[in-house]
């Protein structure tokens, strides 16, 4: 410990032992490490730079809202992203790494701002936003990203990088399970308006009696957003454990269109003719991971009372810790649910969080 407070003494981070990973993660699961805290984007850079230079693994975490880690903790150093400044601008955003995610939507709306508003609630920080290009009710990053600022870890430099760059698609991009880059930054280009992004999801467009395509005012759809997410449960609430998730666990899986027939029979012969809610992607067609869920035989409150980890009582796509669950129980619920979908319809969901120590 003596060697890495020597090592990052020039850094300005703050050190701090055996710190306790469920602390840090929305899931409120994983084990012992050591947890350097960066608060300013050049103490982060500088720490990065340090702890690379002398072959010292490292995980960043912000938010830790998409994160599942090991019971067992982290064998390294645990780089916490605390760098918070927000800068709103005329038409856009420039919001550094660590940035409360929802705390950056609410300053665009409050200024006027629209564009971001259907990303409302969504807990994380700024940085993560174009790691896994995230997005909600028919809005991506993807869409409003102006560019990033990165530290390239095998260079040391800091640069601006465009959207083209990060080969953004579902739910993913470049800098996702990729260790090449950090984001100190993230810039938006908003609309000075104050109107919405138009409205692309029917469940967000009939909240607001709005036609799907249309616009509202940027604070009237936040605030619709916010009340559907949190009827699903998808708000953090230190006193709900329907809360205490990774939000959406698994992503919407898209079907090739060569196979989208007998995905289509599979579910049939299970279920019946019922209506399937299916929406176009580029690669083929894109079947709702929740419903999947939910036909498959997994309600929501799965598997009982009893259980430490359960879906939610209130959205069937999350996974919740009850208060005392474990990494493990929650890998274990994972496969549960990948393995019975896969079964019964012939397809395996992919988990969105990224796993830390342990394998799904």
């Known amino acids: 410990m003596d060697r890495l407070r020597a090592l990052l003494a020039d850094t300005g981070?703050?050190?701090?032992?055996?710190?306790?990973l469920a602390e840090l993660t929305t899931l409120r699961v994983g084990g012992p490490a050591t947890v350097v805290t960066c608060a300013t984007r050049d103490s982060l850079a500088a720490t990065v730079r340090a702890l690379d230079a002398a072959g010292i693994p490292l995980l960043l975490i912000a938010g830790g809202s998409n994160l599942l880690i090991s019971d067992d903790g982290f064998d390294g150093v645990v780089v916490q992203v605390a760098t918070e400044r927000v800068e709103i601008g005329a038409d856009g955003v420039l919001a550094e790494a660590g940035a409360n995610w929802d705390t950056v939507v609410a300053a665009t709306v409050a200024a006027g701002l629209g564009g971001l508003e259907c990303l409302s609630g969504?807990?994380?920080?700024?940085?993560?936003?174009?790691?896994?290009?995230?997005?909600?009710?028919?809005?991506?990053?993807?869409?409003?990203?102006?560019?990033?600022?990165?530290?390239?870890r095998a260079s040391g430099e800091i640069r601006w990088?465009?959207?083209?760059?990060?080969?953004?698609?579902?739910?993913t991009g470049v800098l996702k399970h990729s260790d090449k880059a950090v984001v100190l930054a993230v810039d938006f280009a908003l609309d000075p308006s104050g109107a919405s992004a138009p409205l692309a999801y029917r469940e967000l467009a009939v909240a607001l009696?709005?036609?799907?395509?249309?616009?509202?005012?940027?604070?009237?759809?936040?605030?619709?957003?916010?009340?559907?997410?949190?009827?699903?449960?998808?708000?953090?609430?230190?006193a709900d454990h329907d809360t205490w998730s990774a939000g959406s666990f698994f992503t919407n899986p898209v079907v090739p269109r060569s196979r989208v027939d007998e995905v289509r029979a599979a579910i049939a012969a299970h279920v019946?003719?019922?209506?399937?809610?299916?929406?176009?992607?580029?690669?083929?067609?894109?079947?709702?991971?929740?419903?999947?869920?939910?036909?498959a035989g997994f309600a929501k409150g799965f598997p009982g009372a009893e259980a430490p980890a359960r879906l939610s009582t209130k959205h069937t796509l999350a996974l919740t810790n009850r208060g005392t669950a474990t990494a493990a129980d929650l890998i274990a619920l994972a496969r549960a649910?990948?393995?019975?979908?896969?079964?019964?319809?012939?397809?395996?969901?992919?988990?969105?969080?990224?796993?830390?120590?342990?394998?799904l």
């Open 13 to 20: 981070a703050q050190v701090r032992e055996s710190v306790r």
């Open 122 to 152: 969504i807990p994380g920080s700024a940085g993560a936003t174009p790691v896994q290009n995230v997005g909600a009710y028919g809005v991506e990053v993807a869409h409003l990203l102006r560019r990033v600022r990165l530290l390239d």
């Open 161 to 171: 990088a465009e959207p083209e760059e990060l080969g953004f698609g579902y739910r």
């Open 209 to 238: 009696d709005a036609a799907e395509g249309s616009t509202r005012p940027a604070a009237e759809v936040r605030q619709a957003v916010l009340r559907l997410r949190a009827g699903k449960g998808m708000v953090l609430d230190p």
């Open 272 to 295: 019946g003719d019922v209506t399937i809610p299916v929406y176009p992607a580029p690669e083929g067609v894109k079947f709702s991971a929740g419903w999947l869920i939910e036909r």
């Open 337 to 359: 649910v990948r393995d019975g979908v896969a079964d019964r319809f012939g397809i395996t969901l992919e988990p969105e969080p990224v796993t830390v120590g342990v394998t």
